[in-house]
Structures are given as structure tokens and as C-alpha cells.
């Protein structure tokens, strides 16, 4: 079986063994081809097309074939639709032909969104190799662990040898350092051939502050009509804005078709800025939903502060319109505040009504649905969640952002109790929403995971400066000094320290967390999981018990119900009302005796079902 998705943009090659070169570049004059071979460099001229567009076929290309492209006689850059960049972002593009990969998976068509449980890792630090390849050798382990997707953090190609992926400038290229596109497809197949689904996090709110050639040749690429965190934004509104916008959907149509992945998750779709209609985000999720086959499982995941449902809505039968979910940072900041007690930065949002907004969240999705946001100066924030599944909200208390974007990396086992973590963990695995972990956290790993970069040198400082300021508003780092203590983003060091270390699994504490999870992942498959399919009309609802007790309830479409008991807090409870159907699971602190006498120890919890 082979797999290609004919672009318009780059190097397509041809099935008479010629190269298609396309470029749009609406402020060159002239564009020309430059081919290096072993020997000697071949420079051939584009024909100048409509709107901007300059394109050749050529024989003198091969695949493995390396070429830039020369703008107006002077700079020459890499293809921006390169899927290849061998010798990083400044270096030349590499023509590949997809069809040379066999895919072997012709009975792959996906899981259920309802099966997701999902596990996020970096592939640079996942592993010591830090390559494609060497994530494909964990699947065993992944999948016995109960895993149903991995999602992989962004793998375009980046400057540098180490990036968290989010300063991506080649959306088209996996990055060199993990390996070349025939290894992260192999990767793919393979996990597909562990019954796991792959799911790949992209960037289409900004391109990286180095390697990105387009404003010499498509400043249309951008408009400073509006303004983001990273200066100005993508062009997706205004004069010539349509071809930018077939740039990024087929970028999503791409990954989804030529590599296979099961998923998309957009990152901070919340500073996507797209005053037009329809909406680039809904353009896209139709472009999909109408490209893929109809009997394949295929999902786009959101990471959106703006809490807009509307992204999310779902059909009469409750099939997914758009997307099929959104990360919830509401269940972590509420969570995270009463496991931790940390209550400044934006958890302020949360400072107040932490087990309410837990509640909230738990049967409705979102706490934030339209009210005030203190830490955003009061401006509402969300919408109404009202007609959609549990499967629509991603829960999870630790991931990429929650650990890295901490000053030292600290993961939420090193900063709270573990029996407080073990609560909310037991809560989150069991409810009725796809849950995520972030690499190493299912056996209790001790290693950071900090902020690395590796830019050349003057951003460099920069970036390092930016890092440390950024935490000025968090009254740990009011004081200069204790700023300058935050790790470099470009130190080697830093990016070492946050390698996984799968040694730790050779100790009997991280064993023991690990079955822990291991366990409640089995009973998630075996008792929650079945009950998610088309369970839009969900009757939910929670109370509170004091300032540390939360009981919540759910009724599904097919008549069995679902109760959870918990006590996130330092002392017992009392006086609960424990259901009398069936118990399903019960933290080791409680005990059935106890239960029955309506007292659930400190930091405890406990799930019933009634089939």
C-alpha cells in the first residue's frame, strides 16, 4: 500500500520520473532552482505563473535530490513546503517520493474516540536515543500499560538539535534529528500494528523565530493587522490570504494521509486570529471531515483558551461535526490547586472554588462557560457545554505545558503528596473523559521536564531573558536574583535533564506506581470505556461536602450509572451517603467498612457502577 498527498506547493515527484517545483513567491521578480549534485550546482529557471505562483518540471531531480531555491538573483532559501531538511532549517531541501514506503496496514481505520486514552511524549527526550525509531521499541510497553494513543509533540523541523517543537518552520518536515520521514512512518505502522493510535501536535498559530525564510519572498504570509505573542500573525483574513490558508490545510491533509496519524492536535488555536467566514478552523475540520475515508476513525483535538464550545459540537447522532475534542485546562488548574495548594499566576482562577469548578468540570466540562476570568482582568471566558459528550473534553493533571512551563520543570508528584496525586489520578482515569498522561508520569518519574531550546547565538540570549521574565508575575520570582536561577533554555544541560530515565523502573517505588496506573487503566477498558459511544445525552450532576468532599453522578443512555466519592483533603469525611451498587474501585486508605459508615479518608476516593 502506498500513500502520497498531492500538494500544490514543493517538490512533487512525478510519476514519469520527472520533479514538479512549485513556489509561491508574490514579491520575487525571478526564481530559479539551484541543484546540487556531487559534483557540480545546477541552477534552472521557474516559470513565472498567475497569482504569484513560479513552478518547473524538470528530469535534472531525483528523489534524494537536495535544491534551494534562488529569489531575484541574490538569497537562496530551503522549499517552506520542504519534506525533507536533512542539514537543518538554514540548509537545503531533500526531494522525497513518499511512494517508496510500503504501508503494509491496509486494515487500519482507526479506534473510537471513546477508546482514547492518551499518552504524550517528546521524542528527543522519551528516550536516550531520542529518535522515531527508538519510540517504536517503547510500544510493547505503551500498549500493556493500557495506552490507546501517544501523541507525539510537534516533530517539524526545527533549528537546532533540541526544541520542544512549537518553533517549527518546516510544518512539511519531520526534523533530522529524530530521524527521516521513512522512520517516523515506520513508527506509525507500527503502532498501528499494537492496536495504538498516532496523534500529532501541529502549529499553525505562528511560525519559529529562526530558519523562516518567507517574509523575503511571501511577506503575505503575514499581516500586522493583528498581533499575537509572536508578532504578526498569519494572514488568514486578508488580501491573498487564500493560498496561505490551502498552505495549513494541507499541511493537516498531509499528515493525515501520507504519514498515516490518526490525529491532530492544533496548539493555542486561541491566537489563530480569523475575522472571515468560515472561520479557518472550521474550514480545515470540514476539508478533513470531506477528504478521509468515511469508515475512518480520524480526530482533531483543539488546545483552545477560549473555552469555544462551538468548535466542538456534535450531530444528532452525536458524530463529530468539527472536532472531536479540546484539552480542558480547567480540570487541571482546579485539581492542581487543591492537590498542591498553589493559588498565584492563573491558578488564581481557580483560588477560590476549587472543588466546585472540579465539579463543574466533571459533569459539564468546562468551568469556565462565560464568566469572568480575575487572572484576564475579568473577561469572559467559554461557552456554554450544553448537548456535548464527555469525549469532547481531554482531562489530564500533568502535560507538556503544566510541567515545562514552570520555572524548573517540576512534575506534580515532586511538589504535592502522593496520596493527593494517587486521589486525583484515580478520579481522572476513571471518569467518563478521554484522560492523557505525559510521558514517565504512570511510573513516577522524578526527572524535570524544562523549557529547552538550542537557537543560534543572539536569540539565544534572548529567548533566555524572555524565559526568565515571563515568571516575574509569580511572587516566587518578584526578586531578580531568584529569576536568574531559572535553567537556560539553550544550556545542553538543560535539555539532558529532562530525558526520561527509565532506570527509575528498577526501584520498587516507581513499580508501585506504575501498577497503580496500570490497574486503573485495566478497569477503565473493562467497566468505563464500552459506556462512552454515542453518550451525548448524559444526566450528570455533583455536590460538594464541605471544603474538601465531591460526589458526583452519571446516568448513561444505556441505563447503567456511575458515582464517585472523593476526599481531597488532609482529614477524613463523614456522613456521606455511599451508593449500594456495585463498588469498582476504592483508594487502599479506604476501606469497604468504612465506606458503609459514610467516612472516606484523607486524600481517598471511590467509584460504584450499576450496570
Same mark, same amino acid.
Given at each position: 500500500?502506498?500513500?502520497?498527498?498531492?500538494?500544490?506547493?514543493?517538490?512533487?515527484?512525478?510519476?514519469?520520473?520527472?520533479?514538479?517545483?512549485?513556489?509561491?513567491?508574490?514579491?520575487?521578480?525571478?526564481?530559479?532552482?539551484?541543484?546540487?549534485?556531487?559534483?557540480?550546482?545546477?541552477?534552472?529557471?521557474?516559470?513565472?505563473?498567475?497569482?504569484?505562483?513560479?513552478?518547473?518540471?524538470?528530469?535534472?531531480?531525483?528523489?534524494?535530490?537536495?535544491?534551494?531555491?534562488?529569489?531575484?538573483?541574490?538569497?537562496?532559501?530551503?522549499?517552506?513546503?520542504?519534506?525533507?531538511?536533512?542539514?537543518?532549517?538554514?540548509?537545503?531541501?531533500?526531494?522525497?517520493?513518499?511512494?517508496?514506503?510500503?504501508?503494509?496496514?491496509?486494515?487500519?481505520?482507526?479506534?473510537?474516540?471513546?477508546?482514547?486514552?492518551?499518552?504524550?511524549?517528546?521524542?528527543?527526550?522519551?528516550?536516550?536515543?531520542?529518535? /522515531?525509531?527508538?519510540?517504536? $521499541?517503547?510500544?510493547?510497553?505503551?500498549?500493556?500499560?493500557?495506552?490507546?494513543?501517544? $501523541?507525539?509533540?510537534?516533530?517539524?523541523? /526545527?533549528?537546532?538539535?533540541?526544541?520542544?517543537?512549537?518553533?517549527?518552520?518546516?510544518?512539511?518536515?519531520?526534523?533530522?534529528?529524530?530521524?527521516?520521514?521513512?522512520?517516523?512512518?515506520?513508527?506509525?505502522?507500527?503502532?498501528?500494528?499494537?492496536?495504538?493510535?498516532?496523534?500529532?501536535?501541529?502549529?499553525?498559530?505562528?511560525?519559529?523565530?529562526?530558519?523562516?525564510?518567507?517574509?523575503?519572498?511571501?511577506?503575505?504570509?503575514?499581516?500586522?493587522?493583528?498581533?499575537?505573542?509572536?508578532?504578526?500573525?498569519?494572514?488568514?483574513?486578508?488580501?491573498?490570504?487564500?493560498?496561505?490558508?490551502?498552505?495549513?490545510?494541507?499541511?493537516?491533509?498531509?499528515?493525515?494521509? $501520507?504519514?498515516?496519524?490518526?490525529?491532530?492536535?492544533?496548539?493555542?488555536?486561541?491566537?489563530?486570529?480569523?475575522?472571515?467566514?468560515?472561520?479557518?478552523?472550521?474550514?480545515?475540520?470540514?476539508?478533513?471531515?470531506?477528504?478521509?475515508?468515511?469508515?475512518?476513525?480520524?480526530?482533531?483535538?483543539? #488546545?483552545?483558551?477560549?473555552?469555544?464550545?462551538?468548535?466542538?459540537?456534535?450531530?444528532?447522532?452525536?458524530?463529530?461535526?468539527?472536532?472531536?475534542?479540546?484539552?480542558?485546562?480547567?480540570?487541571?488548574?482546579?485539581?492542581?490547586?487543591?492537590?498542591?495548594?498553589?493559588?498565584?499566576?492563573?491558578?488564581?482562577?481557580?483560588?477560590?472554588?476549587?472543588?466546585?469548578?472540579?465539579?463543574?468540570?466533571?459533569?459539564?466540562?468546562?468551568?469556565?462557560?462565560?464568566?469572568?476570568?480575575?487572572?484576564?482582568?475579568?473577561?469572559?471566558?467559554?461557552?456554554?457545554?450544553?448537548?456535548?459528550?464527555?469525549?469532547?473534553?481531554?482531562?489530564?493533571?500533568?502535560?507538556?505545558?503544566?510541567?515545562?512551563?514552570?520555572?524548573?520543570?517540576?512534575?506534580?508528584?515532586?511538589?504535592?503528596?502522593?496520596?493527593?496525586?494517587?486521589?486525583?489520578?484515580?478520579?481522572?482515569?476513571?471518569?467518563?473523559?478521554?484522560?492523557?498522561?505525559?510521558?514517565?508520569?504512570?511510573?513516577?518519574?522524578?526527572?524535570?521536564?524544562?523549557?529547552?531550546?538550542?537557537?543560534?547565538?543572539?536569540?539565544?540570549?534572548?529567548?533566555?531573558?524572555?524565559?526568565?521574565?515571563?515568571?516575574?508575575?509569580?511572587?516566587?520570582?518578584?526578586?531578580?536574583?531568584?529569576?536568574?536561577?531559572?535553567?537556560?533554555?539553550?544550556?545542553?544541560?538543560?535539555?539532558?535533564?529532562?530525558?526520561?530515565?527509565?532506570?527509575?523502573?528498577?526501584?520498587?517505588?516507581?513499580?508501585?506506581?506504575?501498577?497503580?496506573?496500570?490497574?486503573?487503566?485495566?478497569?477503565?477498558?473493562?467497566?468505563?470505556?464500552?459506556?462512552?459511544?454515542?453518550?451525548?445525552?448524559? $444526566?450528570?450532576?455533583?455536590?460538594?461536602?464541605?471544603?474538601?468532599?465531591?460526589?458526583?453522578?452519571?446516568? /448513561?443512555?444505556?441505563?447503567?450509572?456511575?458515582?464517585?466519592?472523593?476526599?481531597?483533603?488532609?482529614?477524613?469525611?463523614?456522613?456521606?451517603?455511599?451508593?449500594?451498587?456495585?463498588?469498582?474501585?476504592?483508594?487502599? #486508605?479506604?476501606?469497604?467498612?468504612?465506606?458503609?459508615?459514610?467516612?472516606?479518608?484523607?486524600?481517598?476516593?471511590?467509584?460504584?457502577?450499576?450496570?
Amino acid at each position: 500500500m502506498k500513500r502520497r498527498h498531492n500538494m500544490q506547493f514543493g517538490a512533487e515527484y512525478c510519476d514519469d520520473g520527472s520533479v514538479r517545483f512549485r513556489l509561491w513567491a508574490p514579491a520575487a521578480r525571478q526564481v530559479e532552482l539551484c541543484l546540487a549534485a556531487s559534483n557540480r550546482a545546477a541552477r534552472l529557471s521557474l516559470e513565472r505563473c498567475d497569482n504569484g505562483w513560479f513552478e518547473l518540471v524538470t528530469d535534472a531531480a531525483k528523489p534524494g535530490t537536495q535544491y534551494r531555491f534562488r529569489i531575484d538573483g541574490g538569497e537562496e532559501v530551503p522549499d517552506p513546503a520542504s519534506r525533507f531538511q536533512p542539514e537543518d532549517v538554514h540548509g537545503p531541501s531533500e526531494v522525497i517520493n513518499p511512494a517508496t514506503f510500503d504501508w503494509k496496514d491496509d486494515s487500519w481505520r482507526g479506534r473510537r474516540w471513546e477508546e482514547a486514552v492518551i499518552y504524550e511524549l517528546h521524542v528527543g527526550a522519551f528516550t536516550p536515543a531520542g529518535t /522515531f525509531s527508538a519510540v517504536g $521499541e517503547r510500544l510493547d510497553y505503551l500498549a500493556d500499560l493500557g495506552i490507546t494513543a501517544i $501523541e507525539l509533540m510537534p516533530v517539524a523541523d /526545527f533549528p537546532g538539535q533540541r526544541n520542544w517543537g512549537y518553533d517549527g518552520v518546516f510544518p512539511f518536515a519531520p526534523d533530522s534529528t529524530y530521524g527521516r520521514p521513512e522512520d517516523l512512518k515506520q513508527l506509525v505502522r507500527s503502532a498501528h500494528d499494537h492496536g495504538v493510535m498516532v496523534l500529532l501536535d501541529v502549529v499553525y498559530n505562528h511560525f519559529g523565530p529562526e530558519g523562516n525564510y518567507l517574509n523575503s519572498y511571501a511577506p503575505q504570509f503575514f499581516t500586522d493587522r493583528h498581533k499575537t505573542p509572536w508578532g504578526d500573525a498569519i494572514n488568514f483574513d486578508g488580501f491573498e490570504s487564500r493560498i496561505v490558508r490551502d498552505f495549513f490545510i494541507n499541511n493537516a491533509l498531509y499528515w493525515l494521509t $501520507e504519514y498515516q496519524v490518526d490525529g491532530l492536535r492544533l496548539d493555542a488555536v486561541h491566537a489563530i486570529i480569523d475575522d472571515s467566514t468560515p472561520h479557518i478552523l472550521t474550514e480545515l475540520a470540514d476539508a478533513v471531515r470531506s477528504s478521509v475515508e468515511p469508515d475512518r476513525h480520524v480526530h482533531l483535538i483543539l #488546545e483552545n483558551d477560549r473555552n469555544q464550545a462551538r468548535f466542538l459540537q456534535r450531530t444528532r447522532g452525536c458524530q463529530t461535526r468539527a472536532y472531536s475534542a479540546q484539552w480542558n485546562d480547567d480540570i487541571h488548574h482546579a485539581l492542581h490547586v487543591l492537590i498542591t495548594g498553589e493559588r498565584d499566576g492563573y491558578y488564581s482562577d481557580y483560588s477560590e472554588r476549587p472543588l466546585d469548578q472540579l465539579g463543574r468540570c466533571l459533569v459539564e466540562g468546562f468551568a469556565y462557560q462565560g464568566e469572568g476570568s480575575p487572572s484576564r482582568n475579568g473577561q469572559a471566558r467559554g461557552e456554554r457545554t450544553a448537548g456535548l459528550p464527555p469525549s469532547a473534553f481531554v482531562s489530564f493533571l500533568q502535560n507538556h505545558d503544566q510541567i515545562g512551563n514552570r520555572a524548573f520543570g517540576e512534575r506534580v508528584a515532586t511538589i504535592a503528596d502522593p496520596r493527593a496525586v494517587r486521589a486525583a489520578m484515580a478520579i481522572l482515569l476513571l471518569a467518563p473523559f478521554p484522560p492523557l498522561l505525559f510521558m514517565g508520569e504512570e511510573f513516577g518519574a522524578k526527572t524535570p521536564f524544562l523549557f529547552f531550546c538550542d537557537f543560534e547565538k543572539g536569540l539565544a540570549e534572548a529567548v533566555a531573558a524572555g524565559r526568565r521574565n515571563e515568571f516575574a508575575r509569580f511572587i516566587r520570582f518578584n526578586d531578580p536574583v531568584a529569576r536568574a536561577g531559572i535553567p537556560d533554555p539553550n544550556a545542553a544541560t538543560t535539555f539532558e535533564m529532562s530525558r526520561l530515565d527509565w532506570d527509575d523502573l528498577a526501584q520498587p517505588h516507581h513499580r508501585d506506581w506504575l501498577r497503580f496506573y496500570r490497574h486503573l487503566l485495566k478497569l477503565r477498558c473493562r467497566y468505563i470505556a464500552s459506556r462512552l459511544a454515542n453518550a451525548c445525552a448524559i $444526566e450528570a450532576h455533583y455536590e460538594v461536602h464541605g471544603d474538601r468532599g465531591l460526589t458526583a453522578h452519571w446516568n /448513561f443512555p444505556d441505563g447503567s450509572k456511575l458515582d464517585l466519592l472523593a476526599n481531597l483533603g488532609s482529614v477524613s469525611l463523614t456522613g456521606l451517603a455511599p451508593p449500594t451498587i456495585q463498588m469498582i474501585y476504592a483508594s487502599e #486508605e479506604a476501606s469497604e467498612t468504612a465506606l458503609k459508615r459514610g467516612t472516606l479518608p484523607a486524600w481517598s476516593v471511590a467509584w460504584f457502577l450499576e450496570s
